[in-house]
């Protein structure tokens, strides 16, 4: 059974800096992209970063120049650095993954429980 299992989130005074990170485990045979999602009360889900593996990251423009992702292919971990957080950057943060698991056939998307991230003076 493949999971996803998130950890960093917390409470941070707007300017400062919070690291998630997000460990895939189980019986993984290959991980195409992780990414970050999130979603504040009464919103959509949306794209904040992702990475394809050995691939070049991508960012919506909201966190572009504040947010940086990276993948640790060895350890099948994604981590989220994100710097000069803003109060609408407070969303539950949720880790995604598209791999191919050991008993699987094709690739399929995989999330995270989410973890709570609070922008706030």
């Known amino acids: 059974q493949v999971q996803l299992v998130e950890s960093g989130g917390g409470l941070v005074q707007p300017g400062g800096s919070l690291r998630l990170s997000c460990a895939a485990s189980?019986?993984?045979?290959?991980?195409?992209?992780m990414g970050w999602y999130r979603q504040a009360p009464g919103k959509e889900r949306n794209l904040v970063a992702k990475?394809?593996?050995?691939?070049?990251?991508s960012y919506a423009d909201s966190v572009k120049g504040r947010f940086t992702i990276s993948m640790d292919n060895h350890k099948n971990t994604v981590y989220l650095q994100m710097n000069s957080l803003k109060p609408e950057d407070t969303a539950v943060y949720y880790c995604n993954a598209v791999l191919l698991a050991y008993y699987g056939s094709t690739y399929s998307e995989y999330w995270g429980q989410g973890t709570q991230v609070t922008v706030s003076s």
């Open positions: 990475i394809i593996s050995g691939g070049r990251p």
């Open positions: 189980g019986r993984i045979q290959s991980i195409n992209r």
